[in-house]
């Protein structure tokens, strides 16, 4: 984004104050942008880049941002910009792998307010929602829930229920998402495309807030969750026509080093067939912790054959943050 402020939603799907139920100039102003710097050689920057913007949202009255991670995965220097035109230097402070969480704590103030948490699973399909991102109401959207169910993302990734939203947001990486009493219940993840009502839309994912609370301490003090990792393949794998392929591998990865190729098809795990990707995910997490053995069946070229794949923790793979 060249141009922050070069761009805005019709004034129509614009949220208005006298048509919300809460502060709305609090809640525009407890968003801010969100910049990150990341090093050529870091372990993402090939597939998320060097230069990552998005928004974040202020979630305590000390500055503490609540965004998500893979904006400031590995990176070494971030900055927060506020509506007010203030802009701080931030520290990655934790990322949650497994529900896709990053918290920024600044390091100077930044005189923001916060949004109180409410909860996702409070809101209802056809529930109205707001979308808040950076820029005040000009990249804010007046928006619906249309579907909660589970999200499953080919860079191992599960959620049990996400939120989905039309419209869509453009800017969605970390946009905060406010249900009708501007509590913060989702935090943006990725642009997808849903069929509603015949025809196929492009709509947004959120990330419940639901989710910090159980790990919300942990992260804090360690930066990362409570549990213990999950078996990480370093193996993108897509669901094609109902077949799970190999669409990459991670450089040096545990996939990669046991001779896993892009094209292999994913036919089983442990003996037991797999269809979808959430049930590969998930019965791969079954077998342990990171540094268990995953036993792989895969198809090459109309062969199969069995291979065993010695996991890791992702996290031992990515550039740690600098220290303070």
Request: net charge negative; hydrophobic share 40%.
């Amino acid at each position: 984004m060249s141009n922050e402020h070069a761009w805005s939603f019709p004034e129509a799907v614009q949220p208005k104050a006298d048509q919300t139920q809460f502060d709305l100039e609090r809640a525009l102003d407890a968003v801010v942008l969100v910049r990150a710097e990341i090093p050529e050689d870091a372990y993402s920057a090939a597939t998320l880049g060097t230069e990552r913007g998005g928004y974040g949202a202020v979630i305590r009255e000390d500055g503490l941002v609540l965004t998500i991670g893979y904006l400031i995965n590995e990176a070494t220097q971030i900055w927060l910009t506020t509506n007010r035109g203030a802009s701080v230097a931030g520290y990655p402070l934790a990322y949650d792998q497994a529900t896709g969480f990053g918290l920024i704590q600044p390091l100077g103030r930044l005189a923001a307010p916060h949004l109180d948490r409410g909860l996702a699973a409070d809101v209802k399909v056809g529930d109205s929602a707001f979308v808040i991102g950076h820029g005040g109401r000009a990249h804010s959207l007046k928006t619906r829930i249309i579907a909660k169910h589970e999200f499953a993302g080919h860079w191992e990734y599960v959620l049990d229920e996400a939120l989905f939203t039309v419209p869509a947001h453009p800017q969605w990486g970390g946009a905060a998402l406010l249900d009708a009493q501007g509590n913060l219940i989702g935090t943006g993840s990725l642009l997808v495309q849903q069929e509603i009502n015949g025809e196929t839309r492009h709509v947004n994912m959120f990330v419940p807030v639901d989710l910090l609370d159980p790990i919300f301490d942990a992260m804090l003090k360690t930066g990362r969750s409570p549990h213990p990792p999950r078996p990480w393949l370093g193996m993108s794998t897509q669901d094609a026509g109902g077949k799970l392929v190999v669409a990459r591998l991670s450089a040096g990865g545990p996939a990669s080093r046991a001779g896993v190729q892009v094209g292999d098809q994913v036919l089983g795990v442990g003996g037991a067939n797999v269809q979808g990707l959430a049930e590969f995910f998930r019965t791969v997490w079954r077998l342990g912790t990171a540094g268990v053995e995953v036993p792989l069946t895969l198809s090459r070229a109309g062969n199969a054959f069995q291979v065993k794949v010695k996991s890791a923790d992702r996290n031992d793979f990515l550039r740690k943050p600098p220290l303070h």
